[in-house]
């Protein structure tokens, strides 16, 4: 059973660049989340889509957005970088309803912004 | 306020020794589930172990165990006679349930390295 995969792996963006972010869920799982983790602020929680549609949305700023299409994959975007979107997101899905086991994560991805 | 606190930012051992990595959490639900999460150099977050709130029997996975005791709000993992693998950086989370769904909260952090 393949596991979360997200792409690319690393990326190195210029400051007011945008980006996309690719995560593709384990098969069957229909809940998607999205985190960023950095040294100073440690692992915070951006969103969670399931079944297309934001379901939880953490503290960030309009710049970070997601969707999720209809085969549970997800994309986000992060508009006008700034130096401190530098981090590594990671992705992480999970069956998104009945008896919760916790998430699967991703190997994420490293964004550096110069 | 914090939700999981892992107060120690980083151990370090010997090979060998016992190690066990604290965790305290708080939440006002009654259902609720704690995780810890091992993550290698490789940056994945690996799962370890999932709790529900209503079973508080202590788990013993080869080196690996877990005590968890919810009259001190406490989630602790002891790694026995540790070894180098063993060294990466674990997180204990807890998940509250929001909008039907249970979003993970995660500790700090707490940086193992286990020396030869």
């Known amino acids: 059973k393949a596991g979360v995969t997200q792409t690319p792996r690393y990326l190195i963006k210029t400051r007011g660049q945008q980006v996309t972010l690719s995560c593709s869920p384990i098969s069957g799982h229909r809940s998607v989340s999205w985190y960023q983790q950095t040294p100073g602020q440690g692992l915070q929680f951006l969103f969670e889509?399931?079944?297309?549609?934001?379901?939880n949305k953490g503290n960030f700023p309009g710049r970070f957005s997601g969707r999720q299409f209809s085969n549970s994959r997800s994309e986000m975007n992060v508009s006008t970088l700034e130096l401190g979107d530098s981090a590594l997101y990671l992705c992480a899905s999970s069956h998104g309803q009945g008896d919760f086991y916790g998430y699967t994560f991703g190997s994420g991805t490293r964004l550096t912004v110069v | 306020a914090q939700k999981v606190t892992q107060a120690q930012t980083e151990i370090s051992v010997v090979e060998k020794e016992d190690v066990t990595l604290d965790c305290v959490y708080e939440?006002?639900?009654?259902?609720?589930?704690l995780f810890w999460y091992k993550q290698p150099p490789s940056g994945e977050l690996v799962f370890l172990i999932r709790r529900n709130s209503f079973d508080e029997q202590n788990e013993i996975s080869g080196r690996y165990s877990w005590n968890f005791q919810k009259s001190t709000s406490s989630f602790n993992f002891t790694i026995t006679a540790s070894q180098v693998v063993d060294s990466a950086v674990y997180f204990c989370?807890?998940?509250?349930?929001?909008?039907?769904?249970?979003?993970?909260?995660f500790g700090r952090g707490t940086s193992l390295i286990v020396h030869p």
């Open positions: 939440t006002r639900d009654t259902t609720y589930y």
């Open positions: 889509y399931f079944s297309e549609t934001q379901r």
């Open positions: 989370a807890l998940s509250e349930a929001r909008r039907g769904s249970y979003i993970p909260t």
